[in-house]
Structures are given as C-alpha cells and as structure tokens.
C-alpha cells in the first residue's frame, strides 16, 4: 500500500525533472456530478503523460546505467526521457506493429528503440534478455478512456448521492 510518505518521498525525488501541472475547475463534469471536480492537467507534462513521473521516481533510485522497458506508448517515452536526463542508457522493446510517430518520438528522447514481434508477453522476454535493469510498465486494462469517464462521473454521482442522503 503507498503511503503519505511514499509520495513524500516520490515528490522529492522527481521534483526538478517534471513540470508542476495545473489542476483545473471543469465546469461541465461539476455539473453532470452535482459535485466539484478538478482536472489534473498532465498533458501539460513532459512526454504528455503523468508515467513521467513513475519513470523518474523509479530511475533515480536505479544504480544501473542501463535500463529497458517494453512499451509502445507513454510508458516507452516516459522511460527515455527519464533515463536520458539521469544520464542513463534506454533500450526500449517496441512491437513492429508501433507506429512511427511513437517510435520517433521514443527516439528523440533518446532512446535505443528495438523493434520486436508484436505481442506485450513477448516484447517483456525480449527486453529481458537485453539485460540491464526491466523498467514495468503498470499493469493495465483495456479501458476505452470514455468508459473510464463514465465509470469516474457514476462514482461521483453515487457519492455525492449518498453524501446528500446522509446530511
């Protein structure tokens, strides 16, 4: 379980790397909600994504010089980018199938991109056996990002359901 001083801990280590992203009112899902909701705008971050943040907050504590990941989205940016600032040597594992902007993009930060197969089970192996220390990705589910809205706005609304039944 992550505790307060986990992310203590997490913002000290990665504070001169990321940007400080802002959290914004959005009116519309405070509406739909009946609750206040604020986005985080991690777009706004350095490779787009927020994984910048696990990637630093796991490499500085890496004593490797080399590091791999499999990956053909922002994680596989996230981990170029990263390494590449801490001075560290990225290799990251690509299905043949990733588009070339990813791919480009991987390499801009850095990155030694490694093109290999084309399933995720497959890419980690391969990593691998490219030695260095294996940068996971989190693990996840295939979520279309409107189901996940869907998903945040039903608990919002449950909760501030509840929360007004309770009053």
């Known amino acids: 379980m992550i505790t307060i001083k986990d992310i203590e801990r ?16 959005s009116n519309s899902l405070s509406f ?7 986005l985080k705008l991690e777009n706004l971050q350095k490779t787009s994504s927020f994984k910048v943040r696990g990637a630093f907050n796991k490499l500085v504590k890496v004593k ?12 596989a940016q996230a981990v170029a980018y990263a390494a590449g600032k801490l001075g560290k040597h990225a290799k ?16 801009g930060y850095g990155a030694e991109v490694v093109l290999h197969g084309e399933l ?20 996840r589910r295939n979520v279309k990002p409107q189901d ?7 608990r919002v609304i449950c909760r501030s359901s509840i929360r007004s039944t309770l009053e």
């Open 64 to 75: 490797d010089q080399r590091v791999i990941a499999a990956s053909m989205g922002n994680h």
């Open 92 to 107: 990251i594992v690509m299905p043949e199938t990733a588009s070339l902007v990813k791919q480009e993009a991987t390499k």
């Open 10 to 25: 997490a913002k000290k280590n990665i504070g001169q790397f990321i940007h400080r992203t802002p959290l914004i009112p």
């Open 148 to 154: 996940l809205i869907l998903k945040i706005l039903q």
């Open 120 to 139: 995720r089970g497959r890419l980690s192996m391969r990593a691998i056996m490219c030695g260095g220390f294996f940068l996971k990705g989190a693990r």
């Open 32 to 38: 739909l909600s009946g609750a206040d909701v604020y």
